[in-house]
């Protein structure tokens, strides 16, 4: 490993949210898929990133059931939290009372497909980079940068010749920057790289705990997007570059389209 580059010991848990009221697909989390629950596969490939405990959070008895006869662990948290970093909080906070675990990746439920690689880039990140918040991106095409589903990253990448450019890695080491803004809308303009925001978060507990207790950002409010509000109250936010976006489940559509996937495989 490059002697330049100071890494941070961290104690990590994966924490993965998961509600049945999703507005778009209601019941999600036990959407048959190949025969298993959607949130049985989630939760089977963050086991095999091997990094971590696996936790699932959620509302409800059924996904509790569904996690605990595949094997897994699963905490009831509350129904009415406004968005997953909170039930995340709640969910180590109750599995860790005595705060041993101080690194939290929080990865989504609606990602089926979800490669194991993913949480150990996102925990390599945050040793590296020893920020307050740790995600990921990859490069955006045309059609994902003029999607507003698709969130965007402004992304300042260092400028150092011991670290890999975007999307490589040397020596096992991710190459970071800093996220300067999140947008739904293609930025920036010009022929800068547009790149895909993926929703997954290498929180240190202490920011999370913060983060939890401040109230909605003016910028989020209007982006709708929870990570400005980090951004707004002064945290350094992360980044690495991976290939590609793992596929997500918001829609029939997509359901239907990660069905026949995996039922091919």
């Known amino acids: 490993m490059n002697c330049r580059i100071m890494t941070l010991t961290l104690s990590p848990v994966i ?12 019941g999600k989390p036990l959407a048959d898929i190949a025969g298993k629950p959607m949130i049985q596969h ?7 990133a091997d990094i971590a405990p696996v936790w699932v959070a959620t509302d409800d008895d059924a ?23 909170d039930r995340t909080f709640e969910a180590v906070e109750r599995i860790d009372p005595d705060r041993h675990f101080d690194m939290i990746l929080n990865l989504q439920g609606d990602l089926p497909e979800l490669d194991p690689v993913i949480p150990v880039i996102l925990l390599d990140t945050a040793r590296h980079s020893r920020a307050e ?12 940068a003029a999607r507003p589903q698709v969130v965007k990253a402004v992304v300042s990448w260092r400028d150092d010749p011991d670290i ?4 490589t890695q040397r020596n096992d080491t991710p190459h970071i920057g800093t996220a300067l803004y999140f947008s739904r809308a293609p930025v920036p303009t010009g022929d800068a790289p547009k790149y895909h925001h993926i929703g997954v978060y290498g929180w240190q507990r202490a920011a999370l705990a913060r983060f939890v207790e401040l109230p909605p950002s003016p910028l989020e409010m209007a982006e709708r997007l929870e990570q400005l509000r980090a951004l707004e109250a002064g945290m350094t936010v992360a980044v690495a570059e991976i290939a590609a976006a793992p596929a997500g489940v918001d829609t029939e559509d997509d359901l239907a389209a990660t069905r026949q996937r995996l039922a091919g495989r």
């Open 42 to 48: 989630v939760w089977e490939r963050a086991m095999a």
């Open 133 to 144: 918040l740790s995600t990921l991106v990859t490069l955006a095409d045309e059609d994902e």
């Open 63 to 85: 996904i509790v059931a569904v996690v605990q006869a595949a094997g897994g662990n699963a905490v009831k948290t509350r129904a009415d939290h406004p968005s997953g970093s």
């Open 15 to 26: 924490i993965i949210p998961a509600r049945m009221a999703a507005s778009r697909l209601p």
């Open 164 to 167: 890999p450019h975007p999307g």
